[in-house]
């Protein structure tokens, strides 16, 4: 049976009449979901109570204290654990972007397919690296997919936060404001400054909530909420500074704000900006589809100005690489219509079968599965297919499931 893999709100990867989809957007699947982070943006699944959901106790944590509602069917995975779904393994690794994200590793009897999830690969005060995993085909994101994204080391970033904040915010009578995710880029700002100075951090709405659930699981984190006394004091001195999401209200007239996001690197000096990402830069990637040695690579997220980005790995490594679309792909390449046909002629000969042991006669089988539109000359290259393949065995009077 072939693996197959396509987007369709959310990646969807088939086998042998099986499937699972990854960071679905809406409900509209039947396969299990399998949720690689906390970020809404692939979460999604988590807003419908129906769908089976699997993902990490921290990933859980996490959009429970941002008070999303509908949590239930929900399934713990850790790292390392493999989930078996038929003939699909999933297995969970270190993502390195943000608190509980995983990258999943699909294995079948005709090949692996590594989903990278958004990833990282080190160079962080709160994440370990993300692990690379050989692969026959890699399904990466491409966020920061071009030559013009190239983060400075974090030391660097943090030491230049320091300088700004401590050196010109706070002698003008301000206070430093950083703008930021909640999760992730919020908990590397607290740490390099708990890290690097005494300047006590004020964190605000969403952000002191994550940063709870950091601290929870073992990150030492010193931080107070703006809305605590000791927060109002804080701010009422102007001597601290603030990490909040980007859309907070802050009633503060003394403020001196500053994005922290790795899409500064666009805004040059045009405003206060730091490229502070939690995503694999440019030269990361690259390095990660080294590492991962994969036979095809196909790249998912960014926009204009990284939709090239499989071109640079097509030159580089000289393996097949495309965006992932709608059009089901494999190990060996694009599904071709006719393949698409008979990859759904074996899925419904596999659901018609269905019962272990029980023998089904061969004219029976070929009137079932013309009722289902498919020519005889189709069912019998799909019985030779699956006994090939040793999903079926014939028997004295027809084929029955192994």
């Given at each position: 049976?072939?693996?197959t893999?396509?987007?369709r709100?959310?990646?969807?990867?088939?086998?042998?009449?099986?499937?699972?989809?990854?960071?679905?957007?809406?409900?509209?699947?039947?396969?299990?979901?399998?949720?690689?982070?906390?970020?809404?943006?692939?979460a999604?699944a988590?807003?419908?109570?129906?769908?089976?959901?699997y993902?990490?106790?921290?990933?859980?944590?996490?959009?429970?204290?941002l008070?999303?509602?509908?949590?239930?069917?929900?399934?713990?995975?850790?790292?390392?654990?493999?989930?078996?779904?038929?003939?699909?393994?999933?297995?969970?690794?270190?993502?390195?972007h943000?608190?509980g994200?995983?990258?999943?590793e699909?294995?079948?009897?005709e090949?692996?397919?590594?989903?990278?999830?958004?990833?990282?690969?080190?160079?962080?005060?709160?994440?370990?690296?993300?692990?690379?995993?050989?692969?026959?085909?890699?399904i990466?994101?491409?966020?920061?997919?071009?030559?013009?994204?190239?983060f400075?080391?974090?030391?660097e970033?943090?030491?230049?936060m320091?300088?700004?904040?401590t050196?010109?915010?706070?002698?003008k009578?301000?206070?430093?404001?950083f703008?930021?995710?909640?999760?992730?880029?919020?908990?590397?700002?607290?740490?390099?400054?708990?890290?690097l100075?005494?300047?006590?951090?004020?964190?605000?709405?969403?952000?002191?909530?994550?940063?709870?659930?950091?601290k929870?699981?073992?990150y030492?984190?010193?931080?107070?909420?703006?809305?605590?006394?000791?927060?109002?004091?804080?701010?009422?001195s102007?001597?601290?500074?603030?990490?909040?999401?980007?859309?907070?209200?802050?009633?503060?007239?003394n403020?001196?704000?500053?994005?922290?996001?790795?899409?500064?690197?666009?805004?040059?000096?045009?405003?206060?900006?730091?490229?502070?990402?939690?995503?694999?830069?440019?030269?990361?990637?690259?390095?990660?589809i080294?590492k991962?040695?994969p036979?095809?690579?196909l790249?998912?997220h960014?926009?204009?100005?990284?939709?090239?980005?499989?071109?640079?790995?097509?030159?580089?490594?000289?393996?097949?690489?495309?965006?992932?679309t709608?059009?089901?792909?494999?190990?060996?390449g694009?599904?071709t219509?006719?393949?698409?046909r008979?990859?759904?002629?074996y899925?419904?000969?596999?659901?018609?079968?269905?019962?272990?042991g029980?023998e089904?006669t061969?004219?029976?089988?070929?009137?079932?599965?013309?009722?289902?539109g498919?020519?005889?000359s189709?069912?019998?290259?799909?019985?030779?297919?699956?006994?090939?393949?040793?999903?079926?065995?014939?028997?004295q009077?027809?084929?029955?499931?192994?």
């Amino acid at each position: 049976m072939a693996l197959t893999v396509k987007k369709r709100r959310g990646t969807i990867i088939e086998y042998g009449g099986s499937g699972i989809v990854l960071d679905p957007s809406s409900n509209s699947h039947e396969y299990p979901a399998f949720v690689s982070h906390a970020h809404a943006d692939h979460a999604a699944a988590f807003k419908h109570p129906d769908m089976l959901k699997y993902a990490t106790e921290p990933t859980y944590s996490l959009l429970e204290s941002l008070n999303w509602r509908k949590l239930g069917n929900w399934k713990p995975i850790q790292l390392g654990e493999t989930v078996k779904i038929d003939d699909i393994e999933v297995k969970a690794h270190n993502a390195g972007h943000v608190l509980g994200s995983v990258s999943f590793e699909i294995n079948t009897p005709e090949g692996t397919i590594l989903y990278s999830g958004d990833f990282a690969m080190g160079n962080s005060y709160t994440m370990e690296p993300a692990r690379s995993v050989p692969c026959d085909m890699l399904i990466i994101e491409s966020t920061f997919g071009a030559p013009m994204f190239r983060f400075p080391k974090r030391s660097e970033m943090a030491l230049e936060m320091v300088r700004w904040a401590t050196m010109e915010a706070i002698p003008k009578g301000m206070i430093p404001t950083f703008r930021t995710d909640s999760i992730g880029n919020a908990q590397e700002i607290i740490s390099a400054f708990n890290k690097l100075t005494n300047l006590p951090v004020v964190t605000a709405k969403s952000a002191t909530k994550v940063s709870d659930v950091y601290k929870q699981y073992g990150y030492k984190l010193d931080y107070v909420d703006t809305k605590s006394p000791e927060g109002e004091e804080l701010l009422e001195s102007g001597r601290c500074l603030i990490v909040g999401p980007k859309s907070a209200k802050l009633k503060y007239d003394n403020l001196d704000t500053a994005l922290a996001s790795g899409w500064a690197v666009m805004l040059g000096h045009r405003r206060r900006a730091f490229p502070l990402s939690d995503h694999a830069d440019f030269s990361e990637l690259l390095s990660f589809i080294r590492k991962c040695h994969p036979k095809r690579v196909l790249t998912f997220h960014g926009g204009s100005i990284t939709k090239d980005f499989h071109e640079y790995v097509r030159k580089r490594f000289k393996i097949d690489a495309k965006p992932l679309t709608s059009h089901e792909e494999s190990i060996h390449g694009t599904v071709t219509r006719k393949e698409v046909r008979m990859k759904a002629c074996y899925d419904q000969l596999i659901r018609t079968v269905r019962i272990p042991g029980f023998e089904y006669t061969f004219p029976w089988l070929v009137k079932e599965m013309a009722r289902k539109g498919f020519t005889r000359s189709e069912t019998e290259s799909a019985v030779m297919h699956l006994v090939d393949r040793r999903i079926l065995e014939t028997t004295q009077s027809g084929i029955r499931l192994n």
